[in-house]
């Protein structure tokens, strides 16, 4: 086989020229297309052409001049620079190239091809369309009476100057050209299509009187478009002539078309949803203008459906009520209003029967289900069999007590209006409904890669994400505004902070204050987060803050504010925590305060973790020291969401390292505060609970922390301190020393030995014991045999005698018994009936349930208010305790299935447990009055209604004592306060 040249182009370069080419084409496809519409509404251009003299050619009449031609040549290049007098002259030809017959060998520039259109033709015009802004022809973007004569003379001669040694062009028809120039940018694409869809709508409901959906008038806008790309090539079919339009050809087809869409919709109702899908578009172009993105771009990209969109994530989601949470930065918004305007469409094209609904949860008001009724009158919908397909967007910024009322309202609407689809979206905070709760997922490598390169304008590798951003490269928000970061400077690595501060700044800019005027601007922005960060992100009334007409026109302008009902609310929700961590950097929170007041605490756990993330540890030290001594689990949350788990490790210096053993002793300082009655028992304090000497080395790029006593030579204890770089670093090490020592306290420790309930469980096992069949089976054991087993085992003497003066007739079992066995077996479960497994549930359950309420409130006190079993104290269990017969052997297995309530006082504290099955608690089950009833009586719990489903471990010995300590595992695990 013979090799090829070198010389050759190879594939790609062939198939990337393709490309460019074909893009270029559609570009002046849809700059035709742009034109065609145009002309239904300006009278005076009464013909498109298209690929005849020129790329495009208008036929325009004048009432002065008569008909003329206006010559129109359209580039679409991505230059690296803006248009110049240098480039538009330049040759476009390679220099050995030979002409083609039509061409005029020496005119090969792109001003010379079009400036050469005027010869034959009188009183002609001309009009260069870019997608690339001008430098040196910003004069001939002004309309033609507002011209400087001078600045047009000065462009003249320039270009002759330029050309004048290699082209036929007089210095006459360059003025000529120049004087009857129209320069036109046009910006991308998809700017482009835009505009003509705009334009399009505007047409269509003024001449047709019909308003079309979205989905409708994009199909319409690229059926004229495959027309005007059947013009260019001669076999155009709207018109009479195959490369030309006229305006009455064009209104007739269009016509046409518009009377082919079908009308499912009645007009009232057919007008109600095309409001709110251009709401739904302006909230898009809102939330892009917010991120700093141009008013026109951001127009483009709101009208884009895909951009943004994540419609995997709601293929598969059944009709009832569906929870989707994730944190900040994540694109949640963004994709359920895309997902909303996806069904918007079907529903106007009847591929689906449920009504769209979307609401901001800011903005609903005191009743979902009144505000869903309201929308449903205004569509002539409001009957009981409609179906919904309702979208309640950002519940968490409802504010702290809405929050929960708007899950449980959710969950309603639901089932009042049978077969709808409810998702609502929120950053994650405890609540009961675990089995509506869906994890909205991060972006791909590969989407994160695609979003980047989107906005940065060049290919971004599926690796670059992780290298510029680490964890948060699956987040939507910074992925974008790292995008716009690397199109200023292509090896930008920013971190988040700066990312955030970009957003900021765009916003500065679109302000027009001064230095002065901004700073009053900015302290406003963290007042108003403040406010609503006191609230749980409600939105925050404009009354409240003495605002003056002029200043709330100027704070909108920022686009980082919008105004409903006379209320603000941040645009982009994460700019309200940005806002926050500003006021907290500025002094406008104090620490004293937010320790003082736990419930305001939890609300400001996600600015306290972007402070404590991008400040230095001086700076977060008072809010994160006295948090961490008086509420461990609200420091421990801030902490979690600041920090990664863990790094390569640095290199410091001894000066570094004496700081690093200063801030250790800080933080672990406070940790053990927090602890309190358990700070004795970490393996780095001393028996009295005083914190051990901190040495810290450093050998390349690891340092090691180790733990002296009382002057020995030798360490007690070392570790190695691996974490990221970043001042939050030393707070998540020191958490995890204690955090570790706790949960191994609770792993370990013996239960019995801190209360008396369980000391009394563990007794009756060791006595039982030694009777036979009395540790299933028997209901107490006489005093005379408690008396010989005591001269057995003397341990347990002292112990016993607590009990021999409450309990005269012998020593009791803690639990009531199984029945008593008719036949050998070693499976305990089948001794139990329903009633036998039902008293021996409730007594469990009961002494589990007060145990660790004493056990909580004593060795951790400042955590009692943070864990599940404890949080709703005074509380009471309500249950079922259900049978189950194996398939595949004799035994029989139970289980008890239960909620939580909260109870107004201590004498209504107990367990309430029935035999029956799954069902019959499903039955005896309101939910809806569960949540309302949590909701008022434990407003400011950091969890919500709550139940679980459990196996009843007859054969265990200690079961109360394994349940209290597997509810104490599972609680400060999910507080984040164990590993």
């Not at 505000?371 to 409802?398: H, M, S, W, Y």
């Amino acid at each position: 086989m013979k090799e090829s040249s070198s010389s050759e182009p190879s594939v790609e370069a062939v198939e990337e020229s393709a490309r460019q080419a074909r893009n270029g084409y559609d570009y002046q496809d849809l700059a035709a297309a742009g034109y065609c519409i145009q002309m239904l509404s300006e009278e005076s251009i009464l013909c498109v052409e298209c690929e005849t003299s020129e790329d495009i050619v208008l036929i325009v009449r004048d009432a002065e001049v008569g008909d003329f031609r206006e010559f129109v040549q359209v580039k679409s290049n991505r230059l690296d620079q803006k248009w110049t007098v240098a480039k538009l002259c330049a040759s476009e030809s390679k220099a050995d190239a030979a002409p083609k017959k039509s061409q005029i060998k020496k005119d090969q520039s792109i001003l010379e091809k079009n400036a050469l259109r005027q010869r034959g033709h009188s009183n002609a015009k001309f009009r260069m369309v870019t997608r690339t802004d001008v430098k040196d022809f910003d004069v001939l973007t002004t309309p033609t009476e507002d011209r400087d004569p001078q600045t047009l003379g000065a462009l003249t001669s320039a270009i002759h100057e330029k050309i004048e040694e290699r082209t036929t062009l007089s210095h006459a028809e360059i003025e000529y050209w120049v004087q009857h120039m129209r320069w036109e940018v046009l910006g991308t694409k998809e700017a482009l299509f835009n505009h003509n869809l705009r334009l399009l709508q505007e047409h269509i409901e003024k001449s047709e009187n019909r308003v079309l959906p979205l989905f409708d008038l994009e199909n319409l806008l690229r059926e004229l478009v495959d027309e005007v790309q059947s013009m260019a090539t001669a076999t155009g079919r709207i018109g009479e002539n195959p490369s030309s339009v006229t305006t009455d050809e064009l209104r007739e087809w269009l016509a046409e078309r518009v009377k082919k869409i079908p009308q499912y919709l009645r007009s009232e109702e057919r007008a109600a949803l095309l409001r709110m899908e251009r709401e739904s578009v302006a909230r898009c172009e809102a939330l892009w203008m917010a991120l700093g993105v141009a008013q026109e771009e951001a127009e483009s990209l709101a009208r884009q459906p895909t951009i943004g969109a994540r419609y995997d994530c709601f293929d598969d989601v059944a009709s009832g009520f569906h929870w989707f949470v994730a944190t900040y930065g994540t694109g949640k918004s963004l994709a359920v209003e895309r997902e909303f305007q996806r069904h918007l469409a079907k529903y106007c094209a009847n591929e689906d029967d449920r009504v769209p609904i979307f609401l901001r949860a800011a903005h609903v008001g005191d009743s979902l289900s009144r505000q869903i009724t309201e929308c449903l009158r205004e569509l002539n919908r409001d009957n009981p069999t409609t179906k919904l397909f309702a979208i309640i967007d950002g519940v968490d910024e409802a504010g702290t007590g809405n929050s929960q009322r708007l899950l449980q309202e959710c969950y309603e609407v639901s089932r009042t209006w049978p077969g709808s689809l409810v998702i609502a979206t929120s950053t994650p905070f405890p609540s009961g409904f675990e089995n509506q709760r869906k994890l909205f997922p991060k972006l791909t490598r590969e989407l994160s890669a695609q979003i980047i390169g989107r906005f940065a304008g060049r290919t971004i590798g599926v690796w670059e994400p992780a290298d510029k951003l680490g964890e948060d490269a699956g987040l939507a928000l910074f992925c974008v505004l790292l995008g716009l970061a690397l199109r200023e400077t292509e090896e930008a690595m920013p971190s988040k902070a700066e990312l955030l501060h970009r957003v900021v700044d765009a916003a500065r800019h679109r302000s027009g204050r001064d230095s002065t005027g901004w700073a009053e601007e900015h302290e406003t922005l963290c007042k108003i987060a403040v406010h609503s960060t006191d609230s749980g992100g409600a939105p925050v009334a404009i009354d409240l803050l003495g605002l003056e007409k002029t200043q709330l026109i100027s704070l909108l302008k920022t686009r980082l504010i919008s105004e409903e009902g006379g209320n603000l609310v941040f645009t982009v929700a994460t700019m309200r925590f940005w806002f926050a961590m500003a006021a907290l950097n500025d002094g406008l929170v104090a620490a004293a305060d937010l320790a003082d007041d736990r419930d305001r605490a939890r609300n400001w756990v996600q600015p306290l973790a972007i402070f404590t993330a991008t400040k230095a540890f001086p700076k977060s030290q008072p809010f994160l020291e006295r948090l961490a001594a008086r509420h461990p689990v609200i420091a421990a949350q801030i902490v979690a969401d600041s920090t990664v788990k863990l790094g390569a490790g640095i290199s410091r210096n001894e000066a570094e390292l004496r700081v690093l053993e200063s801030q250790t002793q800080i933080c672990l300082r406070s940790w053990l505060a927090g602890i309190g009655p358990l700070a004795s028992l970490t393996k780095f304090t001393d028996r009295r609970g005083d914190l051990l000497e901190i040495r810290a080395s450093s050998t390349g790029t690891m340092t090691e922390i180790d733990f002296f006593c009382n002057g020995d030579p030798n360490p007690e204890i070392y570790t190695i301190f691996r974490e990221a770089v970043g001042p939050a670093a030393i707070w998540r090490r020191s958490l995890e020393l204690t955090a570790g020592d706790v949960k191994k306290f609770v792993e370990n420790v013996p239960l019995h030995q801190l209360d008396e309930q369980l000391l009394h469980e563990d007794l009756w096992n060791r006595i039982a014991g030694f009777v036979e069949g009395a540790r299933w089976f028997g209901s107490h054991v006489e005093w005379d045999q408690v008396d010989r087993i005591l001269s057995i085992d003397r341990a347990i003497a002292a112990a016993v005698e607590r009990f021999r003066s409450l309990y005269p007739d012998g020593f009791p079992s803690p639990h009531p018994p199984a029945d008593t066995p008719t036949e050998p077996t070693s499976w305990i479960p089948n001794f139990f009936t329903a009633e036998t497994a039902l008293a021996k549930a409730t007594s469990i359950y009961e002494m589990a349930l007060s145990v660790y309420q004493r056990i909580a409130r004593s060795y951790f006190p400042n955590f009692a208010d943070d864990l599940r079993h404890s949080a709703w104290w005074p509380c009471r269990m309500v249950g079922v305790v259900v049978r189950h017969e194996s398939k595949t052997s004799d035994r029989t297995d139970w289980s008890v299935t239960y909620h939580c309530e909260p109870v107004e006082n201590d004498a209504e504290i107990g367990v309430e447990f029935i035999s029956g099955s799954d069902e019959d608690y499903l039955e005896m089950t309101d939910p809806e009055a569960l949540h309302a009833r949590a909701r008022l009586m434990r407003p400011h719990s950091p969890h919500g209604y709550w139940g679980a489903s459990d196996a009843l471990r007859f054969h265990n010995s200690h079961p109360a004592t394994e349940l209290v300590r597997n509810w104490l595992l599972s609680d400060l695990r999910d507080a984040g306060c164990t590993p």
